[in-house]
């Protein structure tokens, strides 16, 4: 399959993203662990190290997928959590996972797309997004999005892949990505397209520069970044003052 985003229709892309968390939804977490060898739990305990959730914060999450930055927020201590991601098969994943964790009545599910989220203006003291910024069609409109439902005084984390800083780590990261995580997603998951897509959406997401300079356009202030594991991640955060 040619996942060339750049030349379909941008309803084409949303809906083969969509396709591609509809098949991995049930796999998502194990796939998660799998992949990144469990550094993904590093990197969003790394964001809420930066965060710091206090209990008079709302937080949204965007893209939340099965929750695993929601369920962090609420166990560093942080106030209400709205989870809101244009998948329901991932939003599903995750309610029953936290309801088998117990549950928690502060946690609210919203399916609905980053590009037009389904708040008032002003509704959050932070807003995150974590891995998904690279999948939707339009950054520029959802990062503008995302400053909206944000209160003055807000702030706003995204943690994405980035551009790895260490030339020699190149070759490793490039047979990584494209030869071992399709690989993976064939034996593990049975999609091998699935985790194709995955390799080469990262390589396509703007770079830390670039992202700092998109986050500034749509309006945010004081922005700065915090590479991780070299930069094949990065954390970007900027405020609506
Ligand atoms: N944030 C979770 C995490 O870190 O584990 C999930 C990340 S997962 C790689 C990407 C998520 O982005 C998927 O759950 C997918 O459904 C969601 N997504 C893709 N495009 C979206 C959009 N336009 N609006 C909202 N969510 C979207």
Same mark, same amino acid.
């Given at each position: ?6 030349e ?5 892309k ?9 098949s991995?939804?049930?796999n998502?977490?194990? $796939? ?8 993904h ?20 999450d ?5 929750g695993?930055?929601?369920?962090r927020?609420r166990?560093?201590?942080?106030g ?8 329901a098969?991932?939003?599903?994943v995750?309610r ?14 919203t399916?609905?797309?980053a590009e037009?989220?389904p ?8 807003v ?11 950054i520029?409109?959802a990062?503008?999005? $995302?400053r909206?439902?944000?209160?003055p005084?807000?702030r ?20 990584y ?11 593990? +998951?049975?999609?091998e397209d699935?985790y ?8 396509r997401?703007?770079?830390?520069q670039?992202?700092t300079?998109?986050?500034r ?14 930069g094949? +991640? +990065?954390?970007?955060s900027g405020?609506?003052?």
């Amino acid at each position: 399959t040619d996942f060339g985003f750049e030349e379909v229709p941008v309803e084409e892309k949303a809906a083969r993203v969509r396709g591609v968390f509809d098949s991995v939804a049930r796999n998502y977490d194990r $796939m998660n662990d799998l992949m990144s060898l469990g550094i993904h739990r590093v990197w969003k305990d790394a964001l809420m190290d930066w965060l710091l959730p206090r209990p008079s914060q709302r937080l949204l999450d965007v893209a939340g997928g099965t929750g695993d930055i929601a369920q962090r927020w609420r166990r560093r201590g942080g106030g209400p959590v709205t989870v809101c991601d244009i998948n329901a098969e991932m939003i599903g994943v995750g309610r029953d996972r936290l309801d088998k964790a117990g549950g928690d009545p502060t946690v609210t599910w919203t399916v609905g797309n980053a590009e037009c989220l389904p708040f008032d203006d002003r509704s959050f003291e932070r807003v995150t997004i974590a891995f998904g910024l690279r999948n939707v069609t339009r950054i520029d409109a959802a990062l503008a999005e $995302m400053r909206r439902v944000l209160k003055p005084g807000g702030r706003f984390m995204c943690l994405e892949f980035s551009r790895p800083t260490q030339p020699w780590l190149d070759p490793v990261y490039d047979a990584y990505s494209f030869r071992v995580l399709p690989w993976l997603g064939r034996v593990v +998951a049975d999609d091998e397209d699935a985790y194709r897509y995955l390799a080469e959406s990262i390589r396509r997401f703007p770079d830390q520069q670039n992202l700092t300079e998109r986050m500034r356009r749509a309006g945010f202030e004081k922005v700065a970044w915090r590479n991780l594991s070299a930069g094949i +991640a +990065a954390i970007h955060s900027g405020w609506r003052l």
